[in-house]
């Protein structure tokens, strides 16, 4: 399985609702990723978890909130979401973080628009 | 800043004609580079890295670290290549900086 997995692949929220998007990964890979991608515009790295722990969070603001419950999965919790966080999530991972030979792999992205 | 810089938002070339999509980087010493290609209803993928110098579905890329470039090539397009293409640099060993990409059609 060299595949990254992403539900839903659609989802339509109001601003008060709380949702998550889900990932998973069976490559044994250590190092998971959250990336955004609007309309037109390249992926923006939003966070990294390196061995289930979080060591990168690009200023997202809290309404985002990331989880990794075990090293196969990675959850984003929504919460009180904005009309512009309307985008592509990404979901992406490699064998571990720090190894510049390693390929990122990504998933097919979950859309998400918020009304 | 470190970017990464793809002049191009489209670029349309005829089948069988050389490719080139152009990347130049900000970044100082030896960065990591990489060329990631996503078709039409597909995921994004890695087509290339500058430190394997390989050559993918007939891609190849070199770096020129006097011109801060990346650029690839091909030098026979074919329409299965249609595709957004994306130069990205690995800044740290954990954060991946994607150019605005250029989307490239092939036409017969």
């Known amino acids: 399985d060299t595949e990254v997995t992403q539900t839903p692949k659609h989802l339509v929220m109001g601003m008060t609702n709380k949702k998550s998007l889900k990932c998973e990964q069976h490559?044994?890979?250590?190092?998971m990723y959250w990336y955004k991608q609007k309309a037109k515009k390249p992926p923006e790295l939003m966070f990294v978890?390196?061995?289930?722990?979080?060591?990168i969070n690009e200023s997202v603001p809290s309404r985002f909130s990331p989880e990794c419950p075990n090293s196969s999965l990675l959850n984003l919790h929504l919460h009180a979401l904005q009309p512009e966080d309307s985008a592509l999530y990404l979901c992406?991972?490699?064998?571990?973080?720090?190894?510049?030979?390693?390929?990122?792999?990504f998933g097919e992205g979950s859309w998400l628009t918020v009304v | 800043a470190q970017r990464v810089t793809q002049p191009e938002k489209l670029l349309s070339v005829f089948k069988g004609a050389p490719v080139e999509l152009k990347c130049n980087y900000s970044?100082?010493?030896?960065?990591?580079l990489f060329w990631y290609v996503q078709y039409s209803r597909q995921r994004l993928q890695l087509l290339l890295r500058?430190?394997s110098r390989e050559s993918i579905k007939g891609f190849t890329a070199d770096l020129n670290k006097g011109e801060t470039s990346f650029h690839l090539k091909k030098p026979f397009a074919q329409e299965e290549d249609s595709a957004m293409y994306y130069c990205?640099?690995?800044?740290?060993?954990?954060?991946?900086?994607f150019g605005q990409g250029t989307r490239l059609t092939i036409n017969p």
């Open positions: 992406a991972s490699s064998q571990e973080t720090n190894s510049f030979a390693d390929t990122i792999y």
């Open positions: 490559m044994g890979h250590r190092a």
């Open positions: 978890y390196s061995y289930e722990k979080l060591s």
């Open positions: 970044y100082s010493g030896s960065p990591e």
């Open positions: 500058h430190i």
């Open positions: 990205a640099a690995l800044q740290g060993a954990q954060k991946l900086v």
